[in-house]
């Protein structure tokens, strides 16, 4: 049984097909584009209403936690785009360079 990814990457190869008629290498089949910040709101993070981050590039790329606008909270994304907003527990704040809640420095 293939994992949620893998079926993600198979379906996006299968489109890529049908629209362009022929194979690319398997090299660029594995490339894929991860959304750049300018995809953030403009409080500096991501949102599950205005701008979720839980696409099908950022799970291909096993990319499940971001930051929100809210410094004790963050966004976790299932492997099938369901966004979710956790908080960090009290007295804790997002660290998004290791993606975990820790103490503020």
Known sequence: ??????????????????????????????????????????????????????NIENIANEQFYFATASSDKFIQCDAWGGCHTLTCEDGLVWDDLIKTCGLRT
Request: proline fraction near 6%.
């Open 1 to 54: 049984m293939r994992s949620p990814i893998e079926i993600l990457i198979l379906y996006k190869t299968a489109f890529r097909l049908l629209d362009t008629g022929s194979r690319e290498s398997e090299e660029e089949e594995k490339k894929i584009p991860v959304k750049e910040a300018d995809s953030k709101d403009t409080n500096g993070g991501y949102s599950c209403e205005e701008n979720s981050p839980c």
